[in-house]
């Protein structure tokens, strides 16, 4: 297909039209010319809407778990295999691209979006995003990495300023979509509402063609979020082809600053190129596709992914997991446990064709040897209001008859959600007072935690002896979720955010949400573990953190070679032994710390990571490589990555701050001239 030839066939008017959406969610086509319309739905973690006649509809789809489950599992080839399970969907249902993944970088956990974000590291954000666009892109379906860029907060997102220095945006903020666009080249980026240092995102050109096209090798189109472009000229000469929705003024605006000189034709010849390459690239690739799908197999992924998304945070005495050697009766207390919450709310909101519940699954489980009794505390129409008191005293006389209690509790659908961020980290104060009452008459009590991101246990951690924090884990999570508590399997999530003791503990606390023009980044590179780690600060739980009802061990440290010059590859290699009695998955995390360095640096990053599977007693060796980025910090005065010649110490982990080896490794700079 010439697209050239095509362009230059099409009338001005038929340009400017192919320019902005021809109705909500699909673009115009040129019939007369061959060019074919395109359908978009919202995702990341479902199919959610689609056009039809020119009436949006909603759609039943598979629930996976949200971005910030898959996170959990710190698995980029389980990611990958929910990506193609939905690209599998997207052809099905006649979605040419699903807008996801979304890859902003969580700077406060009050972001009502962070649910629907991987990280607050770069690295893994940049990873799983790659791995999600990979999976759905092999479907022969388009994905649209989103929200570019330093769209980190829900609160006035359609006019804030995020001020941000250029070294936190290319160190902590750009690095995790520069990541996933070299890795897996998405056929479209999709831009930020929010300004970013006083200019739109949608009209900002050193973003979107300067660094994204020109640097990193976008070959793609940009594509606004929905009703972001403020001025469609300025927009089109920054680099975006495609306005949506469907805009009944934006061709007319276009035409009339092209009559006055103010785009030229070869700009707007430009735009369509790239447009229309990636429109006949869908085209073409909707013979590979299926056609069609099987839901259960996809409900079974669905199911292995919150398995190990599910993270265990505390478990003191072994409460976990429940057996009729430990308990002949368990409580089970709250609406969660019946209907659990699987998603926040938004565009990304999914309509599942089905939802496990814990509650049977725990029955089930429990069979004759264990006595079940189910508490219902509240109803699903539960707003806020106080929990009855007989529905309390129904609970704490279950918890005071129980061997173990658990007790189910979290965040409704609408608690996180698009278009606004939570107004604090704690649960809802009824539930916080139903843990505290509960836990008063059962000390073995176990919290389960159903939300998409941190949540400020300082209330009620302490008087508790489990908390197993269950994410948003989709329609298969509930009985995910109830295996995880019965033995079945061992957790092996661990957490991609740094739970914070409270919020006032967070590095974005100061100048958060900013004054209703911008808000300053000024903690600059400091994000999440950065922060906490350099400045030792104390936790509640640290980045990377998550039990196994297993152990693991790690010896036999290599590092080769000792001593490297800039851009060679440096291979750490060690051993992991499973030294418990069943089998577990284990997450192992490198950091790299710059022992001596002229700038301000973290005390360590994450730079590679990866997850085995082993048996009991069953040993293996893994090898990770490092490159240039490893060692890498952004120069500000140089506009360039920049290595400095000296020691790095090279960390391997459980955690952020569960630290089991250490070795280092002299990189010698090329250009040492910092």
């Given at each position: 297909m010439n697209v050239k030839d095509i362009i230059s066939r099409m009338t001005i008017e038929e340009k400017f039209t192919l320019l902005t959406g021809k109705n909500n969610f699909q673009t115009v086509a040129i019939e007369r010319l061959g060019i074919p319309s395109i359908a978009v739905s919202d995702g990341p973690h479902g199919v959610r809407i689609l056009e039809d006649g020119g009436k949006v509809r909603a759609c039943k789809a598979v629930c996976f778990p949200t971005s910030s489950a898959m996170a959990a599992t710190w698995n980029p080839g389980l990611v990958r295999s929910v990506g193609k399970a939905l690209g599998e969907e997207c052809g099905a249902l006649g979605v040419d691209i699903l807008a996801g993944p979304g890859t902003n970088i969580k700077r406060t956990p009050l972001c009502g979006r962070n649910f629907e974000y991987y990280s607050e590291d770069p690295l893994l954000a940049g990873e799983l995003s790659a791995a999600f666009i990979e999976g759905v892109q092999g479907e022969g379906v388009g994905a649209s990495l989103k929200h570019f860029a330093a769209n980190n907060q829900e609160f006035d997102r359609l006019q804030i300023s995020s001020e941000v220095d250029i070294r936190a945006l290319r160190e902590i903020y750009f690095k995790p979509f520069e990541i996933a666009v070299r890795k897996s080249r998405p056929w479209t980026v999709m831009c930020a509402y929010n300004r970013l240092n006083g200019i739109f995102c949608s009209e900002n050109k050193s973003i979107l063609n300067d660094i994204l096209r020109d640097e990193w090798g976008?070959?793609?189109?940009?594509?606004?979020?929905?009703?972001?472009?403020?001025?469609?000229?300025?927009?089109?000469?920054?680099?975006?082809?495609?306005?949506?929705?469907?805009?009944?003024?934006?061709?007319?605006?276009?035409k009339e600053a092209y009559e006055k000189g103010k785009i030229t034709e070869d700009e707007i010849n430009s735009a369509l190129e790239r447009l229309l390459n990636i429109v006949f690239r869908i085209s073409s690739a909707r013979s590979r596709r299926l056609g069609e799908y099987n839901a259960e197999s996809h409900h079974g992924l669905a199911k292995e992914a919150a398995?190990?998304?599910?993270?265990?945070?505390?478990?003191?005495?072994?409460?976990?997991?429940?057996?009729?050697?430990?308990?002949?009766?368990?409580?089970?207390?709250?609406?969660?446990a019946m209907e659990p919450a699987i998603q926040g709310s938004g565009s990304s909101r999914v309509i599942p064709g089905n939802v496990d519940s814990p509650l049977e699954r725990i029955l089930e489980?429990?069979?004759?040897?264990?006595?079940?009794?189910?508490?219902?505390?509240?109803?699903?129409?539960?707003?806020?209001?106080?929990?009855?008191?007989?529905?309390?005293?129904?609970?704490?006389?279950?918890?005071?008859?129980?061997?173990?209690?658990?007790?189910?509790?979290?965040?409704?659908?609408?608690?996180?959600?698009?278009?606004?961020?939570?107004?604090?980290?704690?649960?809802?104060?009824?539930?916080?007072?139903c843990i505290l009452r509960v836990s008063a008459q059962n000390p073995n009590t176990v919290v389960v935690v159903q939300a998409g991101s941190a949540i400020d246990m300082s209330a009620w951690i302490d008087k508790v002896k489990g908390v197993v924090f269950a994410w948003f884990t989709g329609q298969a999570g509930g009985s995910a979720l109830a295996e995880i508590l019965f033995g079945l399997a061992s957790p092996s999530g661990k957490t991609a955010e740094t739970f914070p003791v409270r919020i006032e503990d967070t590095p974005a606390y100061g100048t958060?949400?900013?004054?209703?023009?911008?808000?300053?980044?000024?903690?600059?590179?400091?994000?999440?573990?950065?922060?906490?780690?350099?400045?030792?600060?104390?936790?509640?739980?640290?980045?990377?953190?998550?039990?196994?009802?297993?152990?693991?061990?790690y010896s036999c440290l290599r590092i080769s070679p000792e001593a490297a010059s800039e851009g060679d590859t440096v291979t750490v290699g060690f051993k992991i032994r499973n030294s418990g009695g069943i089998r577990g998955k284990e997450t192992f995390q490198l950091y790299v710390r710059d022992m001596v360095c002229k700038v301000l640096r973290p005390y360590k990053e994450l730079k590679a990571f990866g997850k085995v599977d082993l048996g009991p007693g069953e040993e293996k060796e893994v090898f990770l490589k490092l490159d240039r980025d490893a060692f890498a910090y952004f120069n500000a005065s140089l506009n360039a990555w920049h290595v400095e010649s000296g020691v790095f110490q090279i960390l391997i982990g459980s955690s952020s701050r569960d630290i089991r080896l250490k070795g280092s490794v002299n990189i010698k700079a090329l250009n040492d001239f910092s």
């Open positions: 976008f070959d793609g189109f940009v594509v606004s979020d929905w009703h972001a472009v403020h001025d469609r000229v300025k927009s089109l000469k920054a680099s975006l082809e495609l306005e949506m929705p469907f805009n009944d003024k934006s061709a007319a605006v276009l398995l190990e998304a599910i993270t265990l945070l505390k478990n003191e005495d072994m409460i976990l997991p429940v057996t009729k050697e430990k308990a002949k009766r368990v409580a089970v207390i709250g609406q969660f489980l429990a069979g004759n040897d264990i006595e079940v009794e189910f508490s219902l505390l509240y109803d699903n129409n539960f707003n806020g209001a106080d929990i009855s008191i007989k529905g309390l005293n129904k609970a704490m006389e279950a918890a005071m008859n129980a061997d173990i209690v658990i007790v189910f509790v979290g965040n409704y659908t609408d608690y996180e959600a698009e278009g606004y961020d939570r107004r604090t980290m704690k649960l809802l104060p009824e539930f916080e007072n958060y949400p900013g004054n209703g023009y911008a808000s300053w980044y000024s903690e600059g590179i400091m994000t999440g573990y950065r922060y906490y780690d350099t400045y030792d600060k104390d936790v509640l739980f640290p980045f990377g953190h998550g039990l196994s009802y297993t152990a693991f061990e």
